[in-house]
């Protein structure tokens, strides 16, 4: 009797063990990827050296900022963002052959070539100079996004920053080659320097979207703020930094603001000027501590919707209601069924949104959206966004939008794109050309010896009233770690449809925190590559040199230009055209329908090239598009061309004509 009754007493210890271990192996099976052995086969990369400015490697190199006295603590956090890269077409010849890139080991901002460029392109590599501008030691560049701005087809560059306002590089028409000397620093923003110091507001700048938000025919710009205007990198700096006031909800940073194209001018001394529309975002919604954003046009009048990826809350998904000379967005928010897990919700999540793309997972013909989160094991398994689009056509999205109702449903796990480690930029790309889109991910956060992650879990539960205090934070300096060992991620299109990690299978797994990915077909060929910003670490080039790649159609989508490169007149840093910025285009083949879009920049801090692309695997038949874009003008046209594969230069106008490719 004594036996059976010390049975029955552990009886409910013994079922906890076997409950804990289930759930254990459970969750080890659900974290766990698929195997991508075979799949890696097909793909290859080669990492090759960048060119940097004469010079380059003598300067003095840091691994922490200069922080505000009240963040001396939890300066390497501060220290976590601010590494940028972009690929486009820099010297006009046709090719996405040019880089920007700003690293913070230096906080400097070098314009060069890619490894692979022809001879024709390549140029000294030189660094942005913002003079006379004021631009201090309390400041530090964290973007740089090519466009442009002035609409003449000369590629500008867009630099953003924390502690000012961003600048624009615009292009010089007498410019013969890319040179310090051949872009004139604008304000974006503007602002009066009686006294060469700089007294406009203190932004912090950690994301920009460029595209045409209001379909007038011209580039508007959304830049996304982390922290408010405040003295974060001043060391002698007034006490007015603050730190989220909130894991899940917090609405207390700088947020976003909305700059409005108005007008422009080329020439030797070269202008843009923007206009901001403070009311084009709701209130709620513009109060985030953002990290990304990207658009596309979900609905098929030629204006792109807004994604809004910010940190320690919700996220948004803003439906464009504007009009030429007027930005305006409503929210839309998910629908939660009975097994929607409230964090799952499009709008309400309490996640922490560090990287967006756009893109079409699956070739439907919609566009999809994946989100980065923080997702690591044991640390704070929270879980990336497949926003996956359930709109039967876009005139049903767009009436559902109006409603204020979003019709995406969050698949990540499902399509084993769930779980990576501490996520930031996400770029989708078909490197293959096999007609399916990869997914590439850079990964961590603060590389260090000394394991911080209890202190932060700890951090993580403690009461929202004490967040916004930095002092309250927990130690995060030199020599600290948290997720510092995470590596890039390569997710390949599997043949179930899922996506396999193979950064390891392809030598990409370099255990140092990434911030910014940029992608495009930098030899004109149809092969598309891709560079990696790393945090105080040197960046890096992968050449695609996979044996077997598919057929591909690549489009370059223009509008004629202003100034003296209109009518087809070309000289310097002049392209074909502008880039015909929001122009979305669907392709047709035999094995489905794809869409894909000319992004004019977004994401985190990593910018692709303006090429728009489509694999097309072993199909070598006339492909089928369906363009629709906004003139220079703002007028709505669409247009239905075959095309055969390869590489093509459209000029859009009241219709779309080939242009013979340089």
Same mark, same amino acid.
Request: glycine content about 10%; some cysteine.
């Given at each position: 009797?004594?036996?059976?009754?010390?049975?029955?007493?552990?009886?409910?210890?013994?079922?906890?063990?076997?409950?804990?271990?289930?759930?254990?192996?459970?969750?080890?099976?659900?974290?766990?990827?698929?195997?991508?052995?075979?799949?890696?086969?097909?793909?290859?990369?080669?990492?090759?050296?960048?060119?940097?400015?004469?010079?380059?490697?003598?300067?003095?190199?840091?691994?922490?900022?200069?922080?505000?006295?009240?963040?001396?603590?939890?300066?390497?956090?501060?220290?976590?963002?601010?590494?940028?890269?972009?690929?486009?077409?820099?010297?006009?010849?046709?090719?996405?052959?040019?880089?920007?890139?700003?690293?913070?080991?230096?906080?400097?901002?070098?314009?060069?070539?890619?490894?692979?460029?022809?001879?024709?392109?390549?140029?000294?590599?030189?660094?942005?100079?913002?003079?006379?501008?004021?631009?201090?030691?309390?400041?530090?560049?964290?973007?740089?996004?090519?466009?442009?701005?002035?609409?003449?087809?000369?590629?500008?560059?867009?630099?953003?920053?924390?502690?000012?306002?961003?600048?624009?590089?615009?292009?010089?028409?007498?410019?013969?080659?890319?040179?310090?000397?051949?872009?004139?620093?604008?304000?974006?923003?503007?602002?009066?320097?009686?006294?060469?110091?700089?007294?406009?507001?203190?932004?912090?700048?950690?994301?920009?979207?460029?595209?045409?938000?209001?379909?007038?025919?011209?580039?508007?710009?959304?830049?996304?703020?982390?922290?408010?205007?405040?003295?974060?990198?001043?060391?002698?700096?007034?006490?007015?930094?603050?730190?989220?006031?909130?894991?899940?909800?917090?609405?207390?940073?700088?947020?976003?603001?909305?700059?409005?194209?108005?007008?422009?001018?080329?020439?030797?001394?070269?202008?843009?000027?923007?206009?901001?529309?403070?009311?084009?975002?709701?209130?709620?919604?513009?109060?985030?501590?953002?990290?990304?954003?990207?658009?596309?046009?979900?609905?098929?009048?030629?204006?792109?919707?807004?994604?809004?990826?910010?940190?320690?809350?919700?996220?948004?998904?803003?439906?464009?209601?504007?009009?030429?000379?007027?930005?305006?967005?409503?929210?839309?928010?998910?629908?939660?069924?009975?097994?929607?897990?409230?964090?799952?919700?499009?709008?309400?999540?309490?996640?922490?949104?560090?990287?967006?793309?756009?893109?079409?997972?699956?070739?439907?013909?919609?566009?999809?959206?994946?989100?980065?989160?923080?997702?690591?094991?044991?640390?704070?398994?929270?879980?990336?966004?497949?926003?996956?689009?359930?709109?039967?056509?876009?005139?049903?999205?767009?009436?559902?939008?109006?409603?204020?109702?979003?019709?995406?449903?969050?698949?990540?796990?499902?399509?084993?794109?769930?779980?990576?480690?501490?996520?930031?930029?996400?770029?989708?790309?078909?490197?293959?050309?096999?007609?399916?889109?990869?997914?590439?991910?850079?990964?961590?956060?603060?590389?260090?010896?000394?394991?911080?992650?209890?202190?932060?879990?700890?951090?993580?539960?403690?009461?929202?009233?004490?967040?916004?205090?930095?002092?309250?934070?927990?130690?995060?300096?030199?020599?600290?770690?948290?997720?510092?060992?995470?590596?890039?991620?390569?997710?390949?299109?599997?043949?179930?449809? %899922?996506?396999?990690?193979?950064?390891?299978?392809?030598?990409?797994?370099?255990?140092?925190?990434?911030?910014?990915?940029?992608?495009?077909?930098?030899?004109?060929?149809?092969?598309?590559?891709?560079?990696?910003?790393?945090?105080?670490?040197?960046?890096?080039?992968?050449?695609?040199?996979?044996?077997?790649?598919?057929?591909?159609?690549?489009?370059?989508?223009?509008?004629?230009?202003?100034?003296?490169?209109?009518?087809?007149?070309?000289?310097?840093?002049?392209?074909?055209?502008?880039?015909?910025?929001?122009?979305?285009?669907?392709?047709?083949?035999?094995?489905?329908?794809?869409?894909?879009?000319?992004?004019?920049?977004?994401?985190?801090?990593?910018?692709?090239?303006?090429?728009?692309?489509?694999?097309?695997?072993?199909?070598?038949?006339?492909?089928?598009?369906?363009?629709?874009?906004?003139?220079?003008?703002?007028?709505?046209?669409?247009?239905?061309?075959?095309?055969?594969?390869?590489?093509?230069?459209?000029?859009?106008? %009241?219709?779309?004509?080939?242009?013979?490719?340089?």
């Amino acid at each position: 009797m004594a036996y059976s009754q010390r049975i029955r007493r552990l009886v409910p210890g013994l079922v906890t063990v076997l409950i804990v271990a289930s759930l254990f192996f459970a969750t080890r099976a659900a974290v766990a990827a698929p195997d991508g052995t075979k799949v890696a086969a097909a793909y290859r990369f080669k990492e090759m050296p960048i060119a940097m400015p004469p010079g380059y490697d003598e300067l003095p190199k840091r691994t922490v900022r200069t922080v505000n006295p009240a963040y001396e603590k939890i300066r390497s956090w501060i220290s976590s963002v601010g590494a940028s890269i972009a690929i486009n077409d820099v010297t006009g010849h046709g090719r996405a052959s040019g880089m920007c890139i700003v690293d913070t080991r230096t906080d400097q901002v070098t314009v060069t070539y890619t490894p692979t460029a022809r001879q024709a392109d390549r140029f000294t590599p030189f660094l942005l100079d913002a003079a006379p501008l004021p631009v201090d030691r309390t400041m530090a560049p964290t973007g740089c996004t090519f466009g442009d701005f002035n609409g003449d087809g000369r590629m500008d560059i867009l630099v953003s920053y924390w502690g000012r306002t961003p600048v624009l590089f615009l292009a010089r028409s007498d410019a013969r080659t890319p040179s310090p000397r051949a872009y004139v620093p604008r304000e974006l923003v503007p602002s009066q320097s009686q006294d060469g110091r700089y007294h406009g507001p203190r932004w912090n700048t950690d994301t920009v979207h460029v595209s045409d938000l209001d379909g007038d025919g011209h580039p508007d710009i959304v830049v996304g703020n982390y922290f408010p205007d405040s003295d974060v990198l001043d060391p002698n700096g007034l006490n007015n930094v603050v730190m989220n006031d909130s894991l899940s909800r917090a609405q207390n940073a700088g947020g976003d603001h909305v700059l409005r194209w108005t007008s422009a001018t080329s020439g030797p001394r070269p202008t843009a000027a923007y206009v901001e529309e403070p009311k084009a975002i709701p209130y709620d919604a513009a109060t985030g501590w953002t990290l990304a954003a990207a658009g596309a046009d979900l609905t098929g009048d030629g204006l792109p919707e807004l994604y809004i990826a910010n940190d320690f809350g919700h996220d948004h998904l803003l439906y464009n209601r504007s009009r030429a000379g007027h930005i305006r967005f409503t929210e839309a928010i998910g629908e939660r069924t009975g097994t929607t897990p409230k964090s799952f919700l499009l709008g309400k999540d309490s996640f922490k949104g560090m990287g967006v793309d756009f893109g079409d997972l699956d070739n439907t013909g919609r566009f999809d959206m994946m989100v980065s989160n923080i997702t690591v094991a044991w640390g704070l398994e929270e879980s990336n966004f497949v926003w996956k689009n359930r709109a039967a056509s876009e005139a049903e999205m767009n009436r559902r939008l109006a409603d204020g109702v979003a019709p995406f449903s969050q698949e990540a796990r499902a399509k084993g794109l769930a779980w990576t480690g501490w996520n930031w930029d996400v770029k989708m790309g078909d490197f293959l050309n096999s007609g399916h889109q990869d997914v590439v991910q850079t990964d961590g956060f603060v590389k260090g010896k000394i394991d911080r992650w209890p202190w932060l879990q700890e951090m993580a539960m403690a009461n929202d009233l004490l967040l916004s205090n930095p002092s309250m934070w927990p130690h995060e300096g030199p020599g600290d770690d948290i997720a510092g060992h995470n590596e890039l991620a390569f997710y390949a299109h599997t043949p179930d449809g %899922s996506f396999a990690n193979i950064s390891k299978q392809l030598g990409l797994a370099v255990p140092h925190p990434t911030r910014a990915v940029a992608t495009g077909d930098t030899t004109g060929t149809g092969v598309l590559d891709f560079a990696v910003a790393r945090q105080w670490g040197p960046p890096a080039f992968y050449a695609n040199t996979a044996v077997h790649r598919g057929n591909h159609l690549t489009l370059s989508l223009l509008r004629p230009s202003a100034g003296p490169a209109a009518g087809g007149s070309r000289s310097g840093l002049a392209a074909a055209g502008s880039p015909a910025y929001g122009a979305t285009v669907r392709a047709t083949t035999p094995d489905g329908t794809q869409i894909a879009q000319l992004d004019g920049g977004g994401g985190h801090s990593g910018f692709r090239s303006f090429d728009v692309r489509f694999g097309l695997g072993s199909y070598d038949g006339p492909v089928t598009l369906h363009l629709r874009w906004r003139d220079a003008h703002g007028e709505l046209h669409q247009q239905v061309r075959r095309l055969a594969p390869g590489t093509h230069t459209l000029m859009l106008t %009241s219709d779309a004509q080939e242009v013979p490719s340089s």
